[in-house]
C-alpha cells in the first residue's frame, strides 16, 4: 500500500514535492494503488515511482520524469502524458485507452502485449520500443519516431501513421487494414510486405500496390517519372 504522507504530498504541491525529492533522493516514493484521478501532477519528479494499481485516470502527468517507475495494474486511462520522460518505466497490465503520449520519450519502453487503442503517441520518441503483439487499433503516430520500433504481430487497424520515421520498423504479420502510411518515411516494400493489409490501406506516395486477388498483394516502389 501506498505511503500516506507521500500521497498527501504529492497532492499538496507538486513544487514541495521535487523539493523533496531533490533532498532524499535516496527514497523511493510509494503509491501503490493510491487514486490520484484528475490530479495534476505536471512536471512532477516521480523518477522510480511505485504506481503499482494506482488510479489515475485523467490524471495530467505532462512533462513528468517518470524514469524507471513501476505501473504495473495501474489505470491511466485518459491521462495526460505528453512530454513525459519513460524510459525505463515498467508497464504491465496498465491501461491505457485513451490517454496521451504526444512528444514523450519512450525510447526502449516495453508495451508488448498491452491494449493501447486510441492512444495518442504523435510526435513521440518510440525508437527501438518494443510493441509486439500490442493492440494499437485506432492509436495516433503521427510524425512520430519508429526507427527499429518492433511491431510484429500488432494490431494496427485503423491506425494514424502518416508523417512517422519508419527505417528499420518490424511490421512483420502486423494487421495495417485500414492504416493510414501516407508520408511515412523510410518505409520499404519488404515491410508492407511482411505485413496485412486491406484495399483501405493508405501507403506512401512512393509505394504502390499490385494486388493479385483478394489476399495476395505485391508492394513496390513506384518508378520516377
Known amino acids: 500500500m501506498a505511503i500516506s504522507g507521500h500521497v498527501i504530498l504529492l497532492k499538496k504541491s507538486i513544487k514541495e514535492w521535487n523539493r523533496w525529492r531533490e533532498d532524499y533522493r535516496n527514497i523511493q516514493p510509494d503509491l501503490e494503488g493510491a487514486d490520484l484521478h484528475d490530479t495534476d501532477l505536471r512536471n512532477a519528479d516521480l523518477k522510480k515511482a511505485i504506481f503499482d494499481g494506482a488510479n489515475l485516470k485523467g490524471a495530467n502527468l505532462q512533462g513528468a520524469d517518470l524514469g524507471k517507475a513501476f505501473f504495473i495494474d495501474a489505470d491511466l486511462k ?98 495495417l487494414n485500414q492504416a493510414v502510411l501516407r508520408y511515412s518515411m523510410n518505409l520499404t516494400p519488404d515491410q508492407i510486405q511482411s505485413a496485412k493489409i486491406d484495399r483501405k490501406t493508405k501507403v506512401p506516395h512512393y509505394l504502390e500496390i499490385h494486388w493479385d486477388s483478394e489476399n495476395d498483394f505485391r508492394c513496390e516502389e513506384k518508378e520516377s517519372l
Open 78 to 175: 485518459g491521462a495526460n502524458l505528453n512530454e513525459t520522460d519513460c524510459r525505463g518505466v515498467k508497464f504491465q497490465g496498465t491501461k491505457f485507452r485513451g490517454c496521451t503520449f504526444k512528444k514523450a520519450n519512450l525510447r526502449k519502453v516495453d508495451f508488448s502485449d498491452l491494449d493501447l487503442r486510441e492512444v495518442d503517441f504523435s510526435e513521440a520518441d518510440l525508437r527501438k520500443t518494443n510493441m509486439r503483439n500490442s493492440n494499437l487499433q485506432e492509436a495516433r503516430f503521427f510524425k512520430s519516431d519508429l526507427r527499429d520500433t518492433l511491431l510484429y504481430e500488432a494490431n494496427l487497424e485503423a491506425a494514424y501513421l502518416s508523417s512517422a520515421l519508419m527505417q528499420g520498423t518490424d511490421l512483420q504479420f502486423a494487421n
